[in-house]
């Protein structure tokens, strides 16, 4: 062996590091190429979806254009009784981060008796 060899330089433990931080960063470019994505009207983009090690997520989300309206789709992987292989899913207004659009009352804690 060529003591001069770059290989030779990186243990086993580094080599893995890198491909997980390549494996990453090609995540990252292809989340960041699917929002830059533009849906024209009538159209629905579905991309895999990374599960992240839970089975519940769907495997393929993405949206859609209907009537100006834009529109969140999320698609399982689906086996019938028949054995025949199909997707099932789910079309819903856009995940809006969590906030609500609850306006409540005007009265503040302070206000409250208790």
Aim: proline share 4%.
């Amino acid at each position: 062996m060529n003591s001069n060899d770059p290989s030779l330089m990186y243990t086993e433990e580094d080599m893995l590091m890198a491909e997980d931080e390549a494996a990453q960063l090609l995540h990252h470019n292809n989340m960041e190429a699917i929002m830059a994505y533009e849906i024209e009207e009538g159209q629905v983009s579905v991309f895999v979806n990374d599960k992240d090690g839970n089975d519940k997520r769907p495997d393929y989300t993405g949206k859609g254009l209907f009537n100006g309206q834009e529109f969140q789709i999320s698609l399982w992987k689906t086996t019938s009784k028949n054995g025949l292989d199909y997707m099932s899913g789910k079309v819903q207004k856009p995940y809006n981060g969590g906030s609500s659009s609850y306006t409540g009352s005007s009265e503040s804690l302070e206000d409250v008796p208790f």
